[in-house]
């Protein structure tokens, strides 16, 4: 049964696990979690740190609108948010003081990732989606879910979430837009030094990328959709039962369920208006 909204997880857990075999030789600054974290920010990120004014649009908004219609495309990767409401969320939820620094770190088709710094040095990562991934709230408590199911059910080396909400209304949810705060990946950035690796070092890490999808496909599940904790859904949108194999169920992974496919391409636009059916979906065979 294929595994609908793990893709992005399955990418984490990679990430996590392939520094692993990374080259020793590689300079220490990428390695190392020391020293003062203003000077390391600037170090690593001198485009974001200091020069994009948290206040101003260029903070919230794309860097790439794409090849066509331009404007278009940036309209719908802006995404306007609470930063201090996020910044006082992770102080509340990590106590490790208060959050001295927020900087972008990446971006990409369908969400923005920033880096926080704690008053003690210690890094995480907030995750906020753009408006034109599709359905905030189902897409975040989905990803949120997945993460947790194959670190616990299938011991994938994912990130831990420490806080995330699903809501973009401020009456709910403070920072205004639908967020994950997880942990700090050690590590560098394999894209960063793939083409420097040798042919038994890219084998290495292939090996095991091919035993995470190995894993997913020893599980499969009781139907089509996306996976979610059974607290964050309706009754009437969970499957009755996890996996495929009823001698799996059980007590412990109960906590898990198929819910509607929380793909963009069943939400895009007008599409989100429509009463159709997004799952959970049977298998014809």
């Avoid at 090996?207 to 996976?227: D, I, M, N």
Wanted: proline letters at 6%; a positive charge; glycine letters at 8%.
């Amino acid at each position: 049964m294929p595994w609908s909204g793990a893709s992005s997880v399955l990418f984490q857990a990679m990430c996590a696990a392939c520094t692993t075999y990374l080259p020793s030789s590689l300079p220490a600054l990428t390695r190392s979690n020391s020293g003062p974290p203003a000077d390391r920010l600037r170090l690593l990120f001198p485009l974001h740190l200091g020069k994009v004014d948290v206040r101003s649009h260029a903070f919230f908004r794309a860097t790439d609108g794409g090849s066509y219609n331009e404007e278009i495309r940036l309209r719908e990767r802006y995404r306007r948010f609470n930063v201090g409401a996020l910044k006082k969320i992770a102080a509340d939820t990590l106590g490790r003081g208060a959050c001295i620094s927020i900087a972008k770190l990446t971006e990409g088709g369908n969400c923005r990732v920033f880096l926080l710094v704690m008053e003690d040095g210690f890094e995480v990562i907030a995750k906020i989606p753009m408006p034109i991934v599709g359905p905030g709230y189902h897409l975040t408590a989905s990803e949120v879910a997945t993460m947790e199911f194959v670190k616990k059910e299938l011991s994938f080396p994912v990130p831990e979430v420490y806080s995330w909400n699903g809501s973009s209304s401020p009456d709910i949810n403070p920072v205004g837009a639908e967020y994950i705060l997880m942990e700090k990946v050690k590590g560098v950035n394999l894209l960063d030094i793939w083409a420097g690796l040798t042919e038994k070092e890219s084998l290495l890490i292939m090996k095991q990328v091919v035993k995470f999808e190995e894993k997913l496909f020893t599980r499969p599940l009781a139907q089509y959709g996306s996976l979610y904790f059974r607290d964050a859904i309706p009754a009437g949108l969970q499957s009755e039962t996890l996996y495929a194999d009823k001698s799996s169920n059980n007590d412990q992974n109960r906590k898990w369920c198929i819910g509607p496919s929380a793909r963009r391409e069943w939400w895009y636009a007008q599409r989100s208006e429509m009463d159709i059916e997004r799952g959970p979906c049977s298998p014809l065979l």
